[in-house]
Protein backbone atom coordinates (compact mmCIF):
# COMPACT_ATOMS: atom_id res chain seq x y z
CA UNK A 1 0.00 0.00 0.00
CA UNK A 2 1.28 3.27 -0.47
CA UNK A 3 2.27 5.58 1.91
CA UNK A 4 -0.10 8.82 2.98
CA UNK A 5 1.15 11.99 2.39
CA UNK A 6 0.65 14.63 4.71
CA UNK A 7 1.02 17.40 2.31
CA UNK A 8 -1.06 16.79 -0.62
CA UNK A 9 -0.60 18.81 -3.67
CA UNK A 10 -4.07 19.75 -4.31
CA UNK A 11 -3.77 23.36 -5.22
CA UNK A 12 -1.25 23.37 -8.07
CA UNK A 13 -2.56 22.00 -11.86
CA UNK A 14 -0.21 21.44 -14.48
CA UNK A 15 0.07 19.38 -17.41
CA UNK A 16 2.63 16.82 -16.00
CA UNK A 17 3.03 15.03 -19.84
CA UNK A 18 4.05 18.72 -21.52
CA UNK A 19 6.17 19.14 -18.19
CA UNK A 20 7.80 15.89 -18.41
CA UNK A 21 8.73 16.05 -22.80
CA UNK A 22 10.25 19.71 -21.68
CA UNK A 23 12.42 18.12 -19.01
CA UNK A 24 13.25 15.54 -21.23
CA UNK A 25 14.46 17.76 -23.61
CA UNK A 26 16.59 20.19 -21.10
CA UNK A 27 18.22 17.29 -19.13
CA UNK A 28 18.12 14.06 -21.25
CA UNK A 29 16.73 10.65 -20.30
CA UNK A 30 19.34 9.92 -17.57
CA UNK A 31 19.00 13.12 -15.27
CA UNK A 32 14.94 12.96 -15.06
CA UNK A 33 12.72 10.76 -13.10
CA UNK A 34 9.35 10.14 -12.26
CA UNK A 35 9.72 6.87 -10.97
CA UNK A 36 7.66 5.97 -7.43
CA UNK A 37 10.84 5.11 -5.73
CA UNK A 38 12.44 8.23 -6.49
CA UNK A 39 9.36 10.20 -5.71
CA UNK A 40 9.12 8.59 -2.58
CA UNK A 41 13.13 9.19 -1.52
CA UNK A 42 12.72 12.92 -1.84
CA UNK A 43 10.13 13.25 -0.16
CA UNK A 44 11.01 14.06 2.81
CA UNK A 45 13.46 15.62 4.88
CA UNK A 46 15.37 15.26 8.24
CA UNK A 47 12.60 17.04 10.14
CA UNK A 48 11.65 15.17 13.10
CA UNK A 49 8.46 15.49 12.64
CA UNK A 50 8.49 14.08 9.26
CA UNK A 51 10.48 11.59 10.73
CA UNK A 52 7.55 10.51 12.99
CA UNK A 53 5.38 10.28 10.13
CA UNK A 54 7.51 7.82 8.21
CA UNK A 55 7.67 5.86 11.43
CA UNK A 56 4.36 6.26 11.37
CA UNK A 57 3.89 4.94 7.13
CA UNK A 58 3.02 8.47 6.14
CA UNK A 59 5.36 10.34 3.90
CA UNK A 60 5.79 14.61 3.54
CA UNK A 61 5.42 15.43 0.09
CA UNK A 62 5.63 14.15 -3.31
CA UNK A 63 7.21 15.62 -6.14
CA UNK A 64 6.21 14.84 -9.62
CA UNK A 65 9.94 14.44 -11.60
CA UNK A 66 13.29 14.74 -10.00
CA UNK A 67 16.34 16.32 -11.85
CA UNK A 68 19.83 15.96 -11.96
CA UNK A 69 21.26 19.30 -13.69
CA UNK A 70 25.06 19.30 -15.00
CA UNK A 71 25.42 22.82 -15.60
CA UNK A 72 23.78 26.49 -15.03
CA UNK A 73 22.70 26.71 -18.64
CA UNK A 74 19.79 23.41 -17.75
CA UNK A 75 19.02 25.29 -14.55
CA UNK A 76 18.51 28.33 -16.85
CA UNK A 77 16.35 26.76 -19.40
CA UNK A 78 14.37 24.50 -16.77
CA UNK A 79 13.12 27.85 -14.76
CA UNK A 80 12.10 29.36 -17.52
CA UNK A 81 9.85 26.51 -18.83
CA UNK A 82 8.48 26.35 -15.06
CA UNK A 83 7.82 29.75 -14.74
CA UNK A 84 5.72 29.05 -18.25
CA UNK A 85 4.15 25.76 -17.38
CA UNK A 86 3.66 27.64 -13.50
CA UNK A 87 5.22 24.61 -12.24
CA UNK A 88 7.02 24.38 -8.36
CA UNK A 89 10.97 23.86 -8.64
CA UNK A 90 12.15 22.89 -5.24
CA UNK A 91 16.17 23.20 -5.05
CA UNK A 92 17.78 20.01 -3.38
CA UNK A 93 20.79 19.55 -1.93
CA UNK A 94 21.38 16.30 0.54
CA UNK A 95 17.59 16.99 2.13
CA UNK A 96 19.42 17.62 5.94
CA UNK A 97 17.75 20.45 6.62
CA UNK A 98 15.46 20.20 9.87
CA UNK A 99 12.49 22.22 9.36
CA UNK A 100 10.93 21.43 6.17
CA UNK A 101 12.52 23.93 3.96
CA UNK A 102 13.05 21.15 0.68
CA UNK A 103 9.72 19.34 1.01
CA UNK A 104 7.55 19.84 -2.34
CA UNK A 105 4.39 20.39 -0.65
CA UNK A 106 2.74 21.29 -3.74
CA UNK A 107 4.67 18.58 -5.72
CA UNK A 108 6.68 19.96 -8.92
CA UNK A 109 10.03 19.60 -9.73
CA UNK A 110 13.08 18.67 -7.18
CA UNK A 111 16.31 19.74 -8.44
CA UNK A 112 18.86 17.68 -7.20
CA UNK A 113 22.04 19.47 -7.25
CA UNK A 114 24.58 16.96 -6.24
CA UNK A 115 25.96 16.40 -9.65
CA UNK A 116 27.53 19.88 -9.39
CA UNK A 117 30.20 19.37 -7.52
CA UNK A 118 33.24 20.74 -8.32
CA UNK A 119 35.84 22.41 -6.99
CA UNK A 120 36.19 25.01 -10.09
CA UNK A 121 39.38 27.00 -8.29
CA UNK A 122 41.78 26.83 -5.40
CA UNK A 123 43.63 30.22 -5.30
CA UNK A 124 46.85 29.93 -3.09
CA UNK A 125 47.31 33.81 -3.42
CA UNK A 126 44.08 35.15 -2.36
CA UNK A 127 43.17 32.26 -0.36
CA UNK A 128 39.91 31.65 -1.55
CA UNK A 129 37.88 28.58 -3.39
CA UNK A 130 35.34 28.84 -6.20
CA UNK A 131 33.24 25.52 -5.86
CA UNK A 132 29.92 24.85 -7.46
CA UNK A 133 26.92 24.40 -4.72
CA UNK A 134 26.41 20.29 -5.21
CA UNK A 135 29.76 19.31 -3.32
CA UNK A 136 28.85 17.44 -0.06
CA UNK A 137 30.50 19.50 2.82
CA UNK A 138 33.13 16.68 3.82
CA UNK A 139 34.23 16.17 0.09
CA UNK A 140 34.76 20.11 0.37
CA UNK A 141 36.57 20.06 3.56
CA UNK A 142 38.48 16.95 2.91
CA UNK A 143 39.82 17.92 -0.56
CA UNK A 144 40.39 21.92 1.53
CA UNK A 145 42.45 19.61 3.83
CA UNK A 146 44.57 17.41 1.67
CA UNK A 147 45.66 20.98 0.07
CA UNK A 148 46.69 22.22 3.09
CA UNK A 149 43.40 24.35 3.66
CA UNK A 150 40.29 24.41 5.79
CA UNK A 151 36.65 26.50 5.02
CA UNK A 152 36.63 26.63 8.75
CA UNK A 153 32.47 25.06 7.98
CA UNK A 154 31.91 22.00 9.70
CA UNK A 155 28.50 21.80 10.97
CA UNK A 156 27.15 18.77 12.51
CA UNK A 157 25.78 17.34 9.55
CA UNK A 158 28.83 18.18 7.26
CA UNK A 159 28.50 14.44 5.88
CA UNK A 160 24.87 14.57 4.73
CA UNK A 161 24.71 18.27 3.43
CA UNK A 162 25.90 20.55 0.56
CA UNK A 163 27.26 23.88 0.16
CA UNK A 164 24.29 25.62 -1.33
CA UNK A 165 21.92 23.85 1.37
CA UNK A 166 23.96 25.98 3.52
CA UNK A 167 24.00 28.92 1.73
CA UNK A 168 20.27 28.75 1.06
CA UNK A 169 19.51 28.47 4.95
CA UNK A 170 22.51 30.52 6.31
CA UNK A 171 24.17 27.99 7.97
CA UNK A 172 26.48 27.85 11.17
CA UNK A 173 29.71 25.16 11.60
CA UNK A 174 30.69 24.57 14.85
CA UNK A 175 33.67 26.25 14.26
CA UNK A 176 31.70 29.16 13.79
CA UNK A 177 33.17 31.43 16.53
CA UNK A 178 37.02 31.60 14.74
CA UNK A 179 35.72 31.45 10.87
CA UNK A 180 32.49 32.60 10.86
CA UNK A 181 29.30 31.48 9.62
CA UNK A 182 28.59 30.55 5.86
CA UNK A 183 27.79 34.22 4.79
CA UNK A 184 31.10 35.54 6.61
CA UNK A 185 32.63 33.22 3.99
CA UNK A 186 30.94 34.25 0.72
CA UNK A 187 32.95 37.01 -1.62
CA UNK A 188 30.62 35.91 -4.67
CA UNK A 189 27.90 34.42 -6.18
CA UNK A 190 26.34 32.65 -9.43
CA UNK A 191 22.56 32.04 -9.10
CA UNK A 192 20.11 31.54 -11.31
CA UNK A 193 16.58 33.49 -11.12
CA UNK A 194 13.02 32.09 -11.51
CA UNK A 195 12.97 33.86 -15.09
CA UNK A 196 16.16 32.18 -16.11
CA UNK A 197 18.69 34.91 -15.63
CA UNK A 198 21.59 34.01 -14.42
CA UNK A 199 23.71 36.10 -12.36
CA UNK A 200 26.96 36.15 -10.94
CA UNK A 201 29.10 38.79 -9.13
CA UNK A 202 32.77 39.07 -9.04
CA UNK A 203 35.06 38.40 -5.93
CA UNK A 204 36.16 41.22 -4.32
CA UNK A 205 37.48 42.02 -0.68
CA UNK A 206 34.76 44.39 -0.17
CA UNK A 207 32.44 46.40 -2.32
CA UNK A 208 30.60 49.77 -2.61
CA UNK A 209 28.29 49.12 -4.90
CA UNK A 210 24.98 49.82 -3.78
CA UNK A 211 22.95 46.95 -2.08
CA UNK A 212 24.68 43.43 -3.27
CA UNK A 213 22.08 41.43 -4.77
CA UNK A 214 24.67 37.88 -3.95
CA UNK A 215 24.58 38.79 -0.02
CA UNK A 216 20.84 39.50 -0.42
CA UNK A 217 19.89 35.59 -1.81
CA UNK A 218 22.18 34.14 0.88
CA UNK A 219 19.10 32.63 3.19
CA UNK A 220 16.51 32.79 0.93
CA UNK A 221 15.74 29.54 1.37
CA UNK A 222 15.32 28.08 -2.39
CA UNK A 223 12.64 31.00 -3.20
CA UNK A 224 14.45 33.67 -4.88
CA UNK A 225 16.95 31.68 -6.69
CA UNK A 226 19.15 28.44 -7.38
CA UNK A 227 22.10 29.28 -6.17
CA UNK A 228 25.00 27.36 -8.65
CA UNK A 229 28.85 28.57 -7.77
CA UNK A 230 30.31 30.50 -4.91
CA UNK A 231 33.97 32.01 -3.94
CA UNK A 232 34.68 30.75 -0.50
CA UNK A 233 37.26 32.53 1.95
CA UNK A 234 39.47 29.53 2.90
CA UNK A 235 42.43 29.14 5.30
CA UNK A 236 45.68 27.40 6.28
CA UNK A 237 45.48 24.70 8.25
CA UNK A 238 46.01 25.83 11.91
CA UNK A 239 49.31 25.07 13.38
CA UNK A 240 48.00 24.29 16.96
CA UNK A 241 44.97 23.53 18.55
CA UNK A 242 44.92 23.75 22.14
CA UNK A 243 41.66 21.94 24.30
CA UNK A 244 40.29 23.60 27.39
CA UNK A 245 37.49 22.61 29.86
CA UNK A 246 35.72 24.12 32.26
CA UNK A 247 32.63 23.93 35.03
CA UNK A 248 30.96 26.43 35.95
CA UNK A 249 28.52 26.56 38.84
CA UNK A 250 25.46 27.89 36.56
CA UNK A 251 24.31 28.96 32.93
CA UNK A 252 24.75 32.64 33.75
CA UNK A 253 28.56 32.12 35.22
CA UNK A 254 29.56 30.25 32.30
CA UNK A 255 27.82 32.98 29.93
CA UNK A 256 29.33 35.82 31.74
CA UNK A 257 33.10 34.30 31.07
CA UNK A 258 32.50 33.70 27.27
CA UNK A 259 31.10 37.16 26.72
CA UNK A 260 34.22 38.46 28.44
CA UNK A 261 36.34 36.41 26.14
CA UNK A 262 34.44 37.77 23.16
CA UNK A 263 34.37 40.88 24.30
CA UNK A 264 38.51 41.01 24.85
CA UNK A 265 38.54 40.12 20.93
CA UNK A 266 39.42 36.56 21.56
CA UNK A 267 38.28 34.16 19.30
CA UNK A 268 38.33 30.40 20.23
CA UNK A 269 36.84 28.31 17.03
CA UNK A 270 34.69 25.97 18.94
CA UNK A 271 32.92 27.45 22.35
CA UNK A 272 30.23 25.27 23.58
CA UNK A 273 28.28 25.65 27.24
CA UNK A 274 25.85 22.66 27.90
CA UNK A 275 23.39 23.41 30.76
CA UNK A 276 23.38 20.85 33.80
CA UNK A 277 21.10 18.54 32.11
CA UNK A 278 23.30 18.23 28.94
CA UNK A 279 26.07 18.29 31.37
CA UNK A 280 25.13 14.92 33.25
CA UNK A 281 24.35 13.32 29.39
CA UNK A 282 27.21 14.07 27.95
CA UNK A 283 30.23 14.63 30.58
CA UNK A 284 28.74 11.69 33.16
CA UNK A 285 32.17 10.33 34.01
CA UNK A 286 33.86 14.00 34.64
CA UNK A 287 33.10 14.69 38.55
CA UNK A 288 34.33 18.13 38.55
CA UNK A 289 31.55 18.69 36.37
CA UNK A 290 28.61 17.43 38.38
CA UNK A 291 25.43 19.69 38.27
CA UNK A 292 27.71 22.25 36.81
CA UNK A 293 27.60 23.58 33.35
CA UNK A 294 30.25 21.77 31.16
CA UNK A 295 31.88 24.50 28.69
CA UNK A 296 34.80 23.40 25.72
CA UNK A 297 36.65 25.57 24.39
CA UNK A 298 39.21 24.92 20.99
CA UNK A 299 41.68 27.53 20.18
CA UNK A 300 43.60 27.25 17.24
CA UNK A 301 45.75 29.00 15.01
CA UNK A 302 49.15 29.60 15.02
CA UNK A 303 51.17 28.26 18.20
CA UNK A 304 51.61 31.76 19.31
CA UNK A 305 47.98 33.02 18.72
CA UNK A 306 46.56 29.71 20.03
CA UNK A 307 48.11 29.71 23.35
CA UNK A 308 47.67 33.09 23.60
CA UNK A 309 43.85 32.42 23.22
CA UNK A 310 44.17 29.61 25.38
CA UNK A 311 45.33 31.71 28.46
CA UNK A 312 42.74 34.60 28.45
CA UNK A 313 40.34 31.59 28.06
CA UNK A 314 41.37 30.07 31.48
CA UNK A 315 42.05 33.69 33.23
CA UNK A 316 38.41 34.98 32.37
CA UNK A 317 37.04 30.99 33.25
CA UNK A 318 38.70 31.13 36.00
CA UNK A 319 37.16 34.89 37.62
CA UNK A 320 33.73 33.50 36.57
CA UNK A 321 34.27 30.46 39.34
CA UNK A 322 34.93 27.65 36.42
CA UNK A 323 36.51 24.43 37.67
CA UNK A 324 39.54 23.30 35.10
CA UNK A 325 38.32 19.68 33.25
CA UNK A 326 41.58 19.41 31.06
CA UNK A 327 41.33 18.30 27.46
CA UNK A 328 39.56 15.09 27.98
CA UNK A 329 36.13 16.28 28.01
CA UNK A 330 36.71 18.20 24.78
CA UNK A 331 38.32 15.25 23.44
CA UNK A 332 35.41 13.28 23.89
CA UNK A 333 33.47 16.00 21.90
CA UNK A 334 35.24 15.33 19.00
CA UNK A 335 35.21 11.66 19.08
CA UNK A 336 31.40 12.04 19.74
CA UNK A 337 30.52 15.28 17.83
CA UNK A 338 28.98 13.98 15.02
CA UNK A 339 26.87 10.99 16.41
CA UNK A 340 22.88 11.96 16.76
CA UNK A 341 21.68 8.22 16.96
CA UNK A 342 19.86 9.24 19.87
CA UNK A 343 17.11 11.00 18.62
CA UNK A 344 16.53 7.72 16.34
CA UNK A 345 16.70 5.85 19.40
CA UNK A 346 14.15 7.73 20.86
CA UNK A 347 11.40 8.16 18.17
CA UNK A 348 10.35 4.62 18.07
CA UNK A 349 9.39 5.09 21.74
CA UNK A 350 6.71 6.94 21.08
CA UNK A 351 8.62 10.07 22.75
CA UNK A 352 8.28 12.87 20.25
CA UNK A 353 11.79 14.83 20.38
CA UNK A 354 13.13 18.53 18.48
CA UNK A 355 15.51 20.77 18.70
CA UNK A 356 14.85 24.25 18.36
CA UNK A 357 17.74 27.57 18.15
CA UNK A 358 17.37 30.90 18.74
CA UNK A 359 19.59 33.87 19.09
CA UNK A 360 19.93 36.73 22.01
CA UNK A 361 21.58 39.83 22.89
CA UNK A 362 24.16 39.06 25.88
CA UNK A 363 21.93 41.51 28.02
CA UNK A 364 19.33 39.07 27.65
CA UNK A 365 21.11 35.91 27.65
CA UNK A 366 20.78 34.05 30.72
CA UNK A 367 16.73 35.21 31.12
CA UNK A 368 15.76 33.65 27.11
CA UNK A 369 17.40 30.54 28.57
CA UNK A 370 15.67 30.04 31.94
CA UNK A 371 12.23 31.42 30.21
CA UNK A 372 12.30 29.00 27.06
CA UNK A 373 13.16 26.22 29.58
CA UNK A 374 10.49 26.94 31.92
CA UNK A 375 8.17 27.46 29.20
CA UNK A 376 9.14 24.01 27.48
CA UNK A 377 8.88 21.99 31.00
CA UNK A 378 5.36 23.55 31.45
CA UNK A 379 3.65 21.98 28.51
CA UNK A 380 2.14 19.17 30.18
CA UNK A 381 3.66 15.85 28.96
CA UNK A 382 7.53 17.14 28.11
CA UNK A 383 9.97 15.00 29.57
CA UNK A 384 13.06 16.99 29.33
CA UNK A 385 14.09 20.62 28.07
CA UNK A 386 17.47 21.12 27.91
CA UNK A 387 20.27 23.44 26.21
CA UNK A 388 23.25 24.75 25.20
CA UNK A 389 24.76 27.81 23.61
CA UNK A 390 27.26 26.80 20.20
CA UNK A 391 27.39 30.12 18.27
CA UNK A 392 28.64 33.48 20.18
CA UNK A 393 29.55 36.99 19.05
CA UNK A 394 30.66 39.82 20.97
CA UNK A 395 27.63 41.07 21.32
CA UNK A 396 25.67 38.15 22.06
CA UNK A 397 24.93 34.42 21.99
CA UNK A 398 23.13 31.17 20.22
CA UNK A 399 20.97 28.62 22.38
CA UNK A 400 20.40 25.08 21.16
CA UNK A 401 17.36 23.72 23.02
CA UNK A 402 16.13 20.07 23.16
CA UNK A 403 13.24 18.88 24.45
CA UNK A 404 11.54 15.27 24.56
CA UNK A 405 8.22 14.53 26.02
CA UNK A 406 4.93 12.24 25.03
CA UNK A 407 1.39 13.54 24.38
CA UNK A 408 -0.92 13.74 27.20
CA UNK A 409 -3.18 15.75 26.39
CA UNK A 410 -3.38 15.87 23.00
CA UNK A 411 -1.77 14.07 19.92
CA UNK A 412 1.88 14.09 19.27
CA UNK A 413 1.96 16.03 16.84
CA UNK A 414 -0.35 18.67 18.98
CA UNK A 415 1.96 18.63 21.74
CA UNK A 416 5.03 18.77 19.10
CA UNK A 417 3.62 22.34 17.86
CA UNK A 418 2.74 23.20 21.44
CA UNK A 419 6.43 23.17 22.30
CA UNK A 420 7.41 24.64 18.97
CA UNK A 421 5.09 27.88 19.93
CA UNK A 422 6.12 28.08 23.56
CA UNK A 423 9.82 27.91 22.71
CA UNK A 424 9.39 30.59 19.65
CA UNK A 425 6.37 33.17 21.82
CA UNK A 426 9.02 32.72 24.29
CA UNK A 427 12.11 34.20 22.27
CA UNK A 428 9.91 37.26 20.77
CA UNK A 429 8.46 37.87 24.66
CA UNK A 430 12.37 38.72 25.47
CA UNK A 431 13.20 40.15 22.24
CA UNK A 432 15.41 36.97 20.66
CA UNK A 433 15.62 36.42 16.99
CA UNK A 434 13.60 32.86 16.16
CA UNK A 435 16.57 31.21 14.14
CA UNK A 436 19.79 31.74 14.54
CA UNK A 437 20.99 28.95 11.91
CA UNK A 438 18.08 26.23 10.81
CA UNK A 439 16.26 28.94 8.89
CA UNK A 440 11.95 28.79 8.49
CA UNK A 441 11.23 25.91 6.41
CA UNK A 442 7.59 25.48 7.17
CA UNK A 443 8.05 25.29 11.42
CA UNK A 444 8.89 28.71 11.82
CA UNK A 445 6.68 30.08 8.56
CA UNK A 446 3.75 31.75 11.29
CA UNK A 447 6.43 33.80 12.96
CA UNK A 448 7.41 35.54 10.13
CA UNK A 449 5.54 38.36 10.52
CA UNK A 450 6.07 38.88 14.16
CA UNK A 451 9.71 38.11 13.83
CA UNK A 452 9.72 40.92 10.35
CA UNK A 453 7.33 43.51 11.43
CA UNK A 454 6.77 45.88 8.70
CA UNK A 455 9.67 44.52 6.53
CA UNK A 456 7.91 41.16 5.43
CA UNK A 457 5.79 42.92 3.29
CA UNK A 458 8.75 44.44 1.25
CA UNK A 459 10.33 41.03 0.83
CA UNK A 460 7.04 39.85 -0.32
CA UNK A 461 7.39 42.66 -2.42
CA UNK A 462 10.96 41.65 -4.06
CA UNK A 463 9.47 37.87 -4.18
CA UNK A 464 6.49 38.96 -6.19
CA UNK A 465 8.69 40.72 -8.39
CA UNK A 466 11.17 38.15 -8.57
CA UNK A 467 8.93 35.43 -9.21
CA UNK A 468 5.22 36.30 -10.14
CA UNK A 469 4.15 32.78 -10.36
CA UNK A 470 5.54 31.88 -7.06
CA UNK A 471 7.36 28.55 -8.82
CA UNK A 472 10.51 28.89 -6.76
CA UNK A 473 10.38 26.62 -3.48
CA UNK A 474 5.89 27.75 -2.71
CA UNK A 475 5.02 27.78 0.82
CA UNK A 476 8.62 28.44 2.37
CA UNK A 477 9.25 31.98 4.01
CA UNK A 478 6.46 33.94 2.35
CA UNK A 479 2.64 32.54 2.78
CA UNK A 480 1.49 34.37 -0.96
CA UNK A 481 0.06 32.31 -3.28
CA UNK A 482 0.58 33.86 -6.62
CA UNK A 483 -0.21 30.93 -9.24
CA UNK A 484 -2.48 29.22 -7.05
CA UNK A 485 -5.31 30.61 -7.61
CA UNK A 486 -4.76 31.04 -11.48
CA UNK A 487 -3.55 27.68 -11.47
CA UNK A 488 -7.59 26.50 -10.16
CA UNK A 489 -9.26 28.21 -12.55
CA UNK A 490 -6.99 26.63 -15.17
C1 LIG B 1 22.07 15.76 12.20
C2 LIG B 1 21.98 17.15 11.69
C3 LIG B 1 22.87 18.10 12.13
C4 LIG B 1 22.80 19.42 11.65
N1 LIG B 1 23.75 20.31 12.07
C5 LIG B 1 23.72 21.58 11.58
C6 LIG B 1 24.73 22.51 11.98
O1 LIG B 1 25.66 22.20 12.73
N2 LIG B 1 24.64 23.77 11.48
C7 LIG B 1 23.64 24.14 10.62
O2 LIG B 1 23.64 25.28 10.18
N3 LIG B 1 22.69 23.27 10.24
C8 LIG B 1 22.70 22.01 10.68
N4 LIG B 1 21.73 21.12 10.29
C9 LIG B 1 20.59 21.60 9.48
C10 LIG B 1 20.89 22.07 8.08
O3 LIG B 1 19.70 22.64 7.54
C11 LIG B 1 21.39 21.05 7.09
O4 LIG B 1 22.25 20.14 7.63
C12 LIG B 1 22.08 21.55 5.83
O5 LIG B 1 22.78 22.73 5.93
C13 LIG B 1 21.16 21.62 4.72
O6 LIG B 1 21.89 21.26 3.58
P1 LIG B 1 21.29 20.27 2.51
O7 LIG B 1 22.27 20.27 1.40
O8 LIG B 1 20.94 18.96 3.10
O9 LIG B 1 19.99 21.11 2.11
P2 LIG B 1 18.51 20.62 1.90
O10 LIG B 1 17.95 20.07 3.17
O11 LIG B 1 18.45 19.78 0.70
O12 LIG B 1 17.82 22.02 1.60
C14 LIG B 1 17.71 23.01 2.60
C15 LIG B 1 17.14 24.28 1.95
O13 LIG B 1 18.07 24.80 1.02
C16 LIG B 1 17.50 24.92 -0.29
N5 LIG B 1 18.59 24.66 -1.24
C17 LIG B 1 19.42 23.58 -1.30
N6 LIG B 1 20.34 23.75 -2.24
C18 LIG B 1 20.11 24.96 -2.82
C19 LIG B 1 20.74 25.71 -3.87
N7 LIG B 1 21.82 25.26 -4.51
N8 LIG B 1 20.22 26.91 -4.22
C20 LIG B 1 19.13 27.41 -3.57
N9 LIG B 1 18.50 26.74 -2.57
C21 LIG B 1 19.00 25.54 -2.19
C22 LIG B 1 16.35 23.93 -0.29
O14 LIG B 1 15.34 24.28 -1.20
C23 LIG B 1 15.87 24.04 1.15
O15 LIG B 1 15.04 25.16 1.30
C24 LIG B 1 21.78 19.80 10.73
C25 LIG B 1 20.89 18.83 10.30
C26 LIG B 1 20.98 17.52 10.75
C27 LIG B 1 20.01 16.51 10.25
Redesign the pocket.
Given at each position: MPPEIVYENANWVYDKKVVKQKLLEIFGLKNVSDKEVDLFAYGK??SLIASHWLLKGKIAAKPDFIVWPENVKQISKLLKMATAEKVPV??????????G??LPIHGGIIVD?KKMDKIVEINKVNLTATIQ??INGMNLERTLNSKGFTMGHI???VY???L??????K????FSTKYGKIEDMILSLE?VLPDGTIIKSKPAPRKSIGPQLDKFLIG???TL????EVTVRIWPLPEKRVLISYAFPSMAQALEAVRSILQSQVYPAVIRIYDANETARHFLTEANAKDRCMTIFVCEGSQQIAEFEASIVSEKSRSCEGVACGSAPVEHWFATRFN?KESSTLIPLNLVVDTIEVAVMWDKANKLYQSVIASMNAVPGTVLATGHASHFYEQGVCFYFSFGGTAVKQTEEEYYRTVWKACIETTLQIGGTIAH???I?LNRLQWMKDEWGAAYDVIKRIKKSLDPNNIL?PG?LFLHEVGKKEQKEK
Open positions: DFIPFGSGSGVVGAMTGPQSTSTGGYLAHAAGQASEGAIITVHHSGNK
